[in-house]
């Protein structure tokens, strides 16, 4: 053997006796030959290029003995270490060598801690000390014993997961609001002791000293976990704020919830493409039993626009909160919208060509499509439109109601105590503060509370004006000055007309400015109202004792009017606040038409004089109010918009039944005044002749009801006739069991018997 | 402080979703990590892919299926760092270009291979200072590439990467004794190179 073989061997030998300390090198390695020296050294070299940055820790830092790492991040290393005067473990977080040689940087880490010194939660984690200035920068923190956020919510119920969340968002909320950015949020940052109270770490650490360049290249705390960083961090983007630690939050919730990260990649690249371009899938789609609030809350704080996201953590935190308490959460996330929007467009296009196809009938095609609109339409904050009533939310309501009450009592008799400015005053008090809260709630995101308090300032705004009119005497104005004409004893009618008048801008204001449907449906309430009031004025009260029917025809034009403004409110796209006026419209016709037929004697006396063989009655008329209906559906479905065409549905509806109840009543008159007269002959023929039309004329327009009334009717018809025409004749039934079953076999058979007849000559020439 | 035992104790931690132990071993390996992919990636492709790429995507792999790692031998935490650079090293080569396209596109920050990439304020720290351990580094790669590739070679395996000679030995294909031989003559080169 070779001296140089030997030394070799004697290498190979010391080396293998190492290697087990998993390439840790050579630094404690002694060579029993000097001769070896040189290779030893060399091998030194290398270790030491290829060792950790960061100089070997001490035995004691801040005169505390060093146990062990605990951990490492971009910045610095952490140790567990053993505070001997106080029998406890601390921790101790040290600044890198190659921040500790520049002067700018270890400034830097030292006023952080100094900040971070000063914060006082008991979900984050305590600073003790900052080492000094004789020692190399580091500080000496809370040891906090316990497991990621993520190991703890394992086995936990979602409501538990959700508890224990929500208190570690609410101590992030506290670090933004003492204007620290923790930057670095991630399961392994908020560790959870064994009774279940998370504690905040490593928070501000990152900030100044991490920009992202030196993180993406050699930190080790970017290349290892990507998975909770901010779109904005992902593209590289230095200014980091609250809304990042916001966005890491949402992530670590998407986690708890469904057990999955919401943006995975298979590559580094792709995971960050993921989490700047990517909409993750909906929490509730990966685990189903997770509730729509909490799923909203989640996606609210994952929405790649920052100002989309909750401003920071004490926000997201009072939206879990909220949920906690079992209240509505404020977040609605955008991308919902996003996600059905495009979808939406798509699958009406869909059903308009199916539409096209005749797949659908008109009808399906419009319901179909007001399911859709309604689904991208802003979610309504009202409560009749609320997903589930919920305590506040409903007394919310209540004490609007009670304050709505109340101010009808003050403006509806007199108090001694309270006569003149006092009522005013406190009307006007309670009505002015209504106004600005609710403006501030809505501003401030909080929608479903800000519909409350203006729905109750739009209540109580015609009614303080009417106490204050009728307290200082204003447009008092009496037609003619007829006592008799007045509705109440104290507002009067003008002043009645002049408060709705005068509150309908601020109805109509509201609804711009807050594009809530509540809105709509006040401006066509008060335009009813408004309606009515003017009626009262012309004197409605007396018309109602002495003519009733010349009230009923006093109200036509107003539905005609209320039909034309939802016309062309509809046709001007405002479709929402369209769709509460053609209810009035409609009611208005239908109770008008109603009124005139039954109780205006004008109307009865001129067609007793042109058709003498009607005598007048009155189910003559309700037969001609149903032909105007049948008018008034034609001219509807004509105008088109699928608003209208409701309506015009709904004209249809009142149809049979109008016409079949006259001809009914009509056939028991004319039988009451004799037996055998033609005219109850000629009754008990049309009724089931009448009825069995109707049933055929559900078809062309899907009127279900016209099949279901048409068939009632023709049994009263039938019994009618089997109690008198055809009263004794066995032919009767035996008849009409033969026509139902050759019906029923005919109808079973349709297609082979019109082929059958289409083939015969008879048909031909027929045709 | 052990090195050895905080290491095995810091994987054991890593492995059960610990990542400031995980963190904590990749300071700890990374530039040995790096050395082993420079050798590992042909010319061309180093030219082609940074090297500082093919680290961070073998070090985001590393994270994501630390948890199906296991340790059975001494060096074994390593070698399966550098299987996964194999394979990123695979795949980049096999998608080549495209690869760096995406590469330049995404991560736009500075580095030595994206001159083009975003720079830190002026007030901050310069680049060399944050990349202090980098020029460590180059310096030893520096060296190492002035070696002849058995050499070299040898000086990974063992040094770099930590296997005993034996195990290097059947890397090589070739015996025990041979293997420590070049390890001594190549060590012996190595510092004379420094001394030169």
Not at chain 1, 363 to 381: H, I, K, P, Q, S
Not at chain 1, 456 to 463: H, K, T
Not at chain 1, 588 to 615: I, M
Request: net charge positive; with cysteine; charged share 20%.
């Amino acid at each position: 053997m070779t001296e140089e073989e030997r030394l070799a061997r004697e290498l190979a030998d010391l080396h293998d006796r190492h290697a087990g300390l998993e390439a840790s090198g050579t630094q404690h390695v002694i060579p029993t030959d000097p001769a070896l020296g040189d290779v030893i050294e060399a091998a030194r070299e290398i270790d030491d290029a290829l060792a950790p940055a960061a100089a070997p820790p001490r035995d004691r830092l801040s005169g505390y003995r060093i146990i062990e790492e605990i951990g490492a991040g971009g910045m610095g290393r952490v140790f567990a270490a053993h505070d001997e005067s106080l029998g406890r473990k601390v921790a101790i977080k040290t600044l890198h060598q190659r921040y500790t040689d520049h002067s700018t940087s270890r400034e830097r880490f030292l006023k952080e801690a100094r900040a971070m010194a000063r914060i006082n939660h008991p979900n984050i984690v305590r600073i003790y000390s900052l080492g000094p200035a004789s020692e190399p920068p580091h500080f000496v923190m809370e040891y906090v014993e316990g497991v990621s956020l993520t190991t703890a919510a394992g086995p936990l119920a979602l409501r538990q997961k959700v508890e224990l969340f929500q208190k570690a968002v609410d101590a992030v909320g506290f670090l933004h609001r003492n204007g620290i950015v923790h930057r670095d949020l991630k399961p392994g940052n908020v560790l959870v002791g064994p009774d279940l109270e998370p504690k905040v770490l490593d928070f501000g650490l990152a900030l100044e000293l991490g920009g992202s360049e030196h993180r993406l290249t050699l930190g080790g705390e970017l290349m290892g976990t990507p998975q909770y960083l901010s779109p904005e961090q992902a593209a590289g983007e230095t200014e980091i704020d609250a809304t990042s630690d916001v966005f890491a939050l949402g992530v670590i919730l998407y986690e708890l919830l469904t057990g999955q990260l919401p943006f995975t990649g298979a590559s580094l690249n792709l995971q960050l493409e993921q989490i700047r371009a990517a909409d993750p899938a909906l929490p509730r789609r990966i685990a189903p039993s997770v509730p729509v609030e909490i799923q909203n809350i989640a996606m609210k704080a994952i929405e790649k626009r920052r100002e989309d996201r909750y401003a920071d953590g004490g926000e997201m935190a009072a939206d879990l909160a909220r949920y906690l308490a079992g209240q509505p959460v404020v977040a609605a996330p955008p991308a919902y919208a996003r996600l059905v929007g495009g979808k939406i467009t798509q699958h009406l296009g869909e059903i308009e060509t199916w539409r096209r196809d005749g797949i659908l009938s008109p009808a399906e095609f419009d319901t179909l499509r007001r399911g859709y609109e309604r689904l991208v339409e802003r979610d309504d904050a009202w409560i009749m439109e609320a997903r589930r009533l919920t305590l506040p939310q409903v007394s919310l309501y209540f004490g609007a109601w009670i304050l709505a009450a109340a101010a009808a009592l003050l403006f509806l008799f007199q108090y001694r105590w309270l006569a003149g400015w006092p009522a005013v005053l406190s009307a006007a008090l309670a009505t002015a503060p209504l106004m600005a809260l609710g403006l501030r709630s809505w501003r401030a995101g909080e929608l479903r509370i800000g519909v409350a308090y203006l729905l109750a300032f739009s209540m109580l705004l015609p009614a303080t004006l009417l106490i204050a009119m009728s307290e200082f005497g204003l447009m008092m104005v009496r037609p003619g000055s007829d006592a008799d004409l007045e509705l109440l004893a104290r507002p009067t009618n003008a002043q009645l007309w002049w408060a709705i008048l005068l509150s309908m801008p601020a109805y109509y204001g509201l609804r711009r400015f807050t594009r809530s449907s509540v809105f709509s449906l006040s401006l066509a309430i008060m335009s009813a109202l408004l309606s009515l009031v003017t009626l009262l004025r012309m004197g409605l009260l007396k018309w109602l004792e002495e003519d009733p029917g010349r009230a009923y025809f006093h109200l036509l034009p107003h539905a005609a009017l209320f039909l034309a403004v939802a016309l062309v409110m509809e046709r001007r796209r405002l479709s929402n606040d369209s769709r509460y006026f053609y209810p009035v419209a409609f009611l208005f016709t239908l109770v008008s038409l109603s009124g005139v037929a039954a109780q205006h004697e004008p109307y009865r006396q001129w067609l007793a004089g042109a058709l003498p063989w009607t005598r007048g009655q009155i189910e003559y008329l309700f037969i001609a109010n149903a032909a105007m209906y049948a008018v008034l559906q034609r001219v509807c479905d004509a105008a088109g918009s699928p608003q209208m065409r409701a309506v015009a549905r709904g004209f249809r509806f009142v149809i049979p039944g109008h016409v079949m109840t006259s001809l009914l009543l009509l056939g028991w008159s004319a039988t009451g005044r004799g037996e055998a007269s033609r005219e109850a002959r000629v009754f008990e023929l049309v009724l089931p002749l009448t009825a069995a039309a109707f049933v055929y004329l559900s078809i062309p327009k899907q009127m279900k009801n016209f099949l279901a009334m048409g068939l009632l009717f023709f049994a009263v018809g039938v019994v009618r006739l089997g109690e008198h025409l055809l009263k004794d004749r066995a032919v009767w039934p035996i008849g009409l069991l033969a026509l139902g079953l050759s019906l029923m076999l005919a109808a079973a058979n349709y297609t082979s018997i019109w082929l059958a007849l289409r083939r015969s000559k008879i048909f031909s020439r027929v045709w | 402080m052990e090195a050895a035992t905080t290491s095995l104790g810091l994987l054991e931690r890593a492995r059960n979703g610990d990542r400031a132990a995980f963190d904590a071993l990749l300071e700890r390996y990374w530039r040995r990590l790096a050395v082993m992919i420079h050798y590992r990636m042909s010319e061309p492709l180093r030219r082609q892919v940074g090297p500082e790429d093919i680290l961070q995507e073998t070090m985001f792999r590393a994270a994501r299926d630390i948890g199906g790692f296991a340790y059975r031998q001494p060096g074994s935490f390593l070698s399966w760092l550098a299987s996964i650079a194999d394979r990123v090293i695979a795949d980049a080569a096999r998608h080549g270009s495209r690869q760096k396209r995406d590469v330049h596109r995404n991560v736009a920050v500075w580095s030595d291979s994206h001159p083009g990439g975003i720079r830190p304020p002026a007030d901050s720290r310069t680049p060399s200072r944050i990349l202090a351990g980098k020029q460590r580094l180059d310096r030893l790669i520096t060296r190492l590439d002035q070696l002849p590739p058995d050499y070299r070679d040898v000086i990974v395996l063992v040094r770099v990467q930590g296997l005993s000679t034996g195990e290097a030995a059947n890397r090589m294909g070739r015996s025990r004794e041979a293997v420590s031989l070049l390890l001594h003559r190549a060590l012996k080169r190595f510092r004379e190179l420094a001394t030169k």
